[in-house]
């Protein structure tokens, strides 16, 4: 066999886990001399039980290497063990790697990279943020990464596929399955634009257990982990533990007082998480700190340039990121509703504002 065939028996052995491979790598130096070994020298050696050792052998006799690789091949994917050449290097740092990799497109290349996360249940505001953070980090050279989850997730590799840069998901089941099913186009162009990985083989479906598991590989392949929104108890605060453990940057929109989404946030800046406001200051850290080169931005953001009627003009300068019911803006801007609606439908169709469904409930008379 092969050197890449050594190494993709061991990691393909259930039963043992990193921790394992770690200590047989240590005692016996590579695959290849691990797999000559008996069994009565795995269990001299102190490093594997009897019960490890016995897997360990009867594994040689099961493995066959260029049925898997025809498996990975005919799902369009690729396939990387611990051992290969392939493996994304900042992987190996964690004390639980994944002893295989699976991905289709392309794995995030050497540029610096942010992973954005927070809410799927979240608002507008957060929504938004999401995708201006991931539009405007990506124009800079920064690679997006994500889960591809619902909600904020799946705004900020919006957010970077619109800025044209490149933006990766980690999803908690096989890199062949989209998941959520409304994400396809997502992650059809996310495909275009970065890739797809998972560390689990393909068929496997997404499980509630799997997505904390993935979450400390978005951290992992992250320089900082940015959240834009997030409960006291939450993914998102499970990401950024994970991220301050492998010494990772953490940022943090921070929020309103008293909002359910911003209590996670508000509690990570008491910890001493970094408070970031615009995207620009994510820029300014990693050029402060020699990982980005301080430069004239060679690529420009598209600004909106449309000349408005000064009616629109006042309408447009009420609006902001937060949802607005259009009573509130006739009382901002005291013009009659029938005005108003007229200029907030020339606005929207020239794509200056977004009309949303939302619920009104009154107070119960008295």
């Keep these: 066999m092969k050197q890449e065939e050594y190494g993709m028996w061991l990691c393909s052995i259930e039963g043992i886990g990193s921790t394992a491979i770690r200590k047989l790598i240590d005692e016996f130096g590579t695959p290849e001399e691990i797999y000559k070994k008996t069994e009565e020298q795995f269990i001299n050696s102190g490093v594997a039980s009897t019960r490890e050792a016995k897997m360990l052998i009867n594994s040689k006799r099961q493995f066959r290497y260029r049925a898997m690789r025809e498996k990975i091949a005919s799902y369009n994917m690729q396939m990387a063990s611990y051992f290969s050449e392939q493996y ?3 992987l190996r740092q964690i004390p639980d790697f994944p002893k295989k990799i699976y991905w289709k497109g392309e794995l995030p290349q050497e540029e610096v990279r942010i992973a954005i996360v927070g809410a799927r249940n979240c608002s507008h505001y957060g929504r938004e943020t999401a995708r201006r953070f991931g539009y405007e980090l990506a124009g ?16 900020a590799h919006q957010g970077a596929l619109e800025g044209g840069g490149n933006t990766y998901a980690v999803l908690g089941n096989s890199a062949e399955i989209c998941y959520p099913k409304e994400h396809r186009r997502l992650y059809d162009s996310i495909l275009k634009q970065g890739g797809i990985l998972s560390e689990y083989p393909p068929e496997t479906p997404a499980m509630p257990g799997f997505f904390p598991m993935r979450n ?5 392949l992250s320089d900082g ?8 108890k939450s993914g998102s605060l499970i ?21 359910t989404l911003s209590e996670g946030c508000n509690q990570l800046i008491r910890q001493g998480a970094f408070l970031v406001t615009k995207p620009a200051d994510i820029v300014e850290y990693y050029e402060a700190n020699g990982v980005i080169a301080r430069r004239k931005r060679t690529k420009k953001l598209a600004k909106i340039k449309v000349s408005l009627e000064s009616e629109e003009k006042m309408v447009y300068a009420s609006l902001s990121l937060e949802p607005k019911d259009i009573n509130c803006i006739a009382k901002e801007t005291l013009l009659p509703v029938t005005t108003l609606v007229r200029q907030l439908f020339s606005l929207q169709k020239r794509g200056l504002v977004k009309e949303l469904s939302l619920i009104h409930i009154s107070e119960p008379t008295r």
């Excluded at 400390?216 to 992992?220: K, T």
């Design 88 to 90: 994304p290097e900042r």
């Design 140 to 155: 800079e050279g920064i690679g997006i990464i994500s889960g591809m989850a619902r909600g904020t997730d799946g705004w």
């Design 216 to 220: 400390r590989l978005i951290s992992a």
């Design 225 to 232: 982990v940015l959240v834009v929104e997030a409960r006291q």
């Design 239 to 259: 990401t950024a533990d994970q991220a301050l453990e492998q010494g990772k940057d953490i940022f943090v929109i921070p929020g309103r007082i008293g909002d």
